[in-house]
């Protein structure tokens, strides 16, 4: 069994920045490709940035120079996250391709809220 945990969201004003944190815990031999989505109100959920195990960074057209992944340690990473617009608003889901010995398998946070306003 393996948990993702997200944290950092909450009310920020267009041109803020907020820090998303996530971390992985339990069952965990490995964790391969990592990456935040993003569900907008009404739209579908849209990948925002992963990062593959060969540790390449490929961030979505629409965050790109504004939002920042980093690997924080073996089991967590960030996205920071600057220049918010309000159409960033959005419930944001850390995601994780993960070994946990018994097998490979996709995991998902239970996301976390951001909402730009003024």
């Known amino acids: 069994q393996v948990s993702l945990v997200e944290s950092g969201g909450g009310l920020v004003q267009p041109g803020g920045s907020l820090r998303l944190s996530c971390a992985a815990s339990?069952?965990?031999?490995?964790?391969?490709?990592v990456a935040w989505y993003r569900q907008r109100p009404m739209k579908s959920r849209e990948l925002v940035v992963v990062e593959t195990n060969s540790g390449s960074i490929n961030y979505a057209e629409a965050v790109k120079d504004r939002f920042t992944f980093s690997r924080d340690g073996l089991n967590t990473w960030s996205l920071q996250m600057n220049s918010l617009k309000p159409e960033d608003t959005a419930t944001y889901y850390c995601n994780a391709e993960v070994d946990s010995g018994l097998g490979t398998s996709t995991s998902w946070g239970q996301g976390t809220q951001v909402t730009v306003s003024s």
């Open positions: 339990g069952r965990i031999r490995s964790i391969y490709d």
